[in-house]
């Protein structure tokens, strides 16, 4: 079954996304992950993949292979492409057909300056084409409220977003964003050109100090005052932190049901206790 449709009949969808265990990590310590997110039941689960492209790498694929036959829930794979040549998509598009999983997200990943870009994909639009053309996959792509970092204006963004979805991108997930109104206005600024694919937004709650760092040096979300007074009021007490986190994330999706938001994606983080938090505290809107 294709993402997209899960869609037609159910607003909002559900879903969360998680990550495979770090570099020399033992797979099997997804399932504590899982067992601890299957009772919010959640519509799908995408996993992440690695933006360095190594084939040898398959946890991605063998992850999705679990949320499926363990666990019955829809998976989606994560695959970039930026350090990929077409032969490799390929090679990698079979073993997910092969294990059964026909959903992709498609991302062009982040160039890191040490790794020279293979020549065969510049923009996530052409691995959307290329997988097109490699099989029957349900196709989705990301996109950014405030505009992808390297987007000289978020109108030029929203426009490559487009190009996404003219390829065969059926289904949009967002970049984490604390403050609602960059999403209700990247909406706006996608019906008018043309977008009309579900989008379901990002959140993420942030449950420490370090995690803020990280992800704002890498996505440069915006901060509002209401989430910066947070965040130094409770900076040396984890966990109200991690309380004020939750109940920061819970307002922002009650504001974004209430305004008729396609689907929600929580950025678990692989923190099962947070996701069931929140989606205790939600129940009854879904
Ligand atoms: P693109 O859509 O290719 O856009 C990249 C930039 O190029 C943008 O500035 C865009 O405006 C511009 N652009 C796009 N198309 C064109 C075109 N045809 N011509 C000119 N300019 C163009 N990274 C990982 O490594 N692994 C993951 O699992 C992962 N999961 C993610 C999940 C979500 C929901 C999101 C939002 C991001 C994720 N990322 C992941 C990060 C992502 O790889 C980076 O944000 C990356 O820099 C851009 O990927 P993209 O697919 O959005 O690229």
């Not at 090679?91 to 062009?108: F, H, W």
């Not at 008729?260 to 939600?282: C, Q, R, S, W």
Request: proline share 5%; charged share 25%; with cysteine.
């Amino acid at each position: 079954m294709s993402i997209s449709d899960l869609f037609v009949n159910k607003k909002p969808v559900f879903s969360l996304e998680i990550f495979p265990p770090k570099k020399n990590g033992s797979i099997d310590t997804i399932y504590d992950t899982l067992d601890g997110l299957k009772d919010i039941k959640p519509d799908f689960i995408s996993v992440t993949y690695g933006a360095g492209g190594n084939l040898a790498d398959s946890s991605t694929i063998d992850i999705c292979s679990i949320i499926k036959n363990n666990y019955n829930i829809t998976p989606i794979a994560h695959l970039t492409c930026v350090n990929s040549t077409k032969d490799d998509i390929s090679v990698i598009l079979k073993r997910l057909k092969e294990k059964g999983i026909d959903n992709i997200l498609a991302l062009r990943g982040d160039i890191n300056p040490e790794i020279p870009p293979k020549d065969d994909f510049k923009y996530a639009n052409e691995l959307v084409a290329y997988i097109k053309t490699q099989g029957d996959f349900g196709i989705s792509a990301a996109c950014y409220p405030e505009g992808h970092i390297q987007s000289a204006t978020l109108v030029d963004d929203v426009l490559n977003v487009k190009k996404k979805v003219e390829a065969g991108a059926e289904h949009l997930i967002s970049q984490l964003f604390f403050d609602n109104k960059f999403f209700y206005d990247f909406r706006e600024k996608s019906a008018i050109a043309g977008i009309n694919v579900p989008i379901e937004a990002g959140i993420m709650p942030v449950i420490n100090k370090n995690q803020i760092e990280r992800m704002v040096s890498m996505c440069g979300a915006s901060l509002p005052p209401k989430f910066t007074k947070m965040c130094s009021r409770f900076a040396n007490n984890p966990e109200a932190l991690r309380d004020a986190g939750i109940a920061y994330a819970i307002d922002q999706i009650i504001d974004l049901i209430s305004n008729d938001v396609d689907g929600i994606h929580l950025y678990t983080m692989n923190n099962p206790y947070v996701a069931k938090k929140i989606f205790e505290a939600i129940e009854a809107m879904r």
